[in-house]
């Protein structure tokens, strides 16, 4: 049922997208005309008599092909590729092929990254820093069991995550991502940080702070730094508990201001290659106030229906007003 918004209202929205809460707060901020319908998550945004629809996270200002086109990591690395744009090597491994052939594979550079090559969000199923085919036979007979695709990339490590938010060829947002992380006060164990933690999160659950779960990423990461649950950090130590930035996955994010000037064309270039009008673009990379190293800093990925939530700072409790 199709529910008008206003101010005293415009809460119960946040109960199911907080991505349509920004928005519809946005346009209210214009005068627009705002409609809600809570069962399949659509807004309604009416201005100048001219309206727009949400539904979910889709918005209309990419084309059908270009939701499609981004929502398959595979193609989106192979244009990219084709026009010179940063990004991994790569190599897709299909469902079909696997069961009759078995784990047969291209040469695999190790350490690597494997991930569903297509219509996955969230980080979900990505795996990073994979050392061995051993390692990687299991992590893909895991993505086989819900995807038909998987997509093995080069990992780069010791690189920032930046989100680039692009709307019609200009950079509206630029954040930083920090995977899952706690700080060691030299009493609590890694467990407990990791409770305490989840309580300052949940103080933020509207912008789609996931709660830190211990899971096979976390205990691997930990691993890969000689640390158990058990283990009791030194005071002020920072110990990162994951190598995926998602929100979803624990991460958090910085607001950034500045930008290279080739970074800045670079950016623009890739979304430009795909023909996609709104975007985030996911760039690893060591610092983007400097031009970008080939070889070193990719761009991993892009998304057509790209969260406002990571445009919140966490470290300053605030969001930037992108959505307007």
């Not at 709307?167 to 006060?185: C, E, H, T, V, Y």
């Not at 509207?206 to 005071?235: C, F, G, M, R, W």
């Not at 201001?257 to 800045?264: D, E, T």
């Not at 996911?282 to 800093?297: E, F, N, Q, V, W």
Request: aromatic share 8%.
């Amino acid at each position: 049922m199709w529910k008008k918004i206003n101010n005293s209202n415009l809460r119960e929205i946040n109960l199911f997208a907080t991505n349509s809460e920004k928005y519809a707060k946005a346009a209210m901020g214009l005068g627009a005309k705002i409609e809600y319908e809570n069962i399949f998550n659509t807004l309604s945004i009416t201005y100048k008599n001219k309206t727009e629809f949400i539904i979910d996270v889709t918005t209309s200002l990419n084309s059908q092909a270009a939701y499609r086109l981004v929502g398959n990591k595979y193609l989106t690395h192979s244009i990219w590729k084709k026009k010179g744009i940063n990004c991994p090597d790569f190599e897709i491994i299909k469902k079909s092929e696997y069961k009759k052939r078995g784990f047969v594979f291209p040469k695999v550079n190790y350490p690597t990254v494997i991930k569903p090559a297509r219509d996955s969000m969230h980080g979900e199923m990505v795996v990073t820093n994979i050392n061995s085919r051993k390692q990687l036979e299991i992590y893909i007979k895991n993505i086989f069991s819900k995807y038909s695709e998987a997509l093995i990339e080069s990992y780069h490590a010791n690189l920032n995550e930046y989100r680039i938010l692009i709307l019609k060829k200009k950079i509206i947002g630029i954040s930083r991502k920090i995977p899952a992380n706690i700080i060691g006060d030299g009493q609590k164990n890694i467990k407990e940080l990791i409770k305490e933690k989840n309580i300052l999160r949940s103080e933020y659950s509207e912008y789609h702070y996931a709660p830190i779960k211990v899971d096979e990423e976390l205990k691997k990461t930990l691993n890969e730094q000689k640390l158990k649950l058990t283990s009791v950090p030194k005071k002020g130590k920072f110990v990162q508990l994951k190598n995926v930035a998602n929100l979803s996955a624990g991460g958090e994010t910085v607001i950034e201001r500045k930008i290279h000037p080739s970074v800045k064309k670079l950016a623009l270039k890739a979304t430009e290659v795909l023909d996609i009008d709104f975007c985030g673009l996911d760039l690893l990379a060591k610092d983007i106030t400097k031009p970008l190293k080939k070889g070193r800093d990719v761009f991993i990925e892009a998304n057509a229906s790209p969260g406002l939530n990571l445009h919140f700072d966490f470290q300053k409790k605030k969001i930037i007003g992108i959505s307007r």
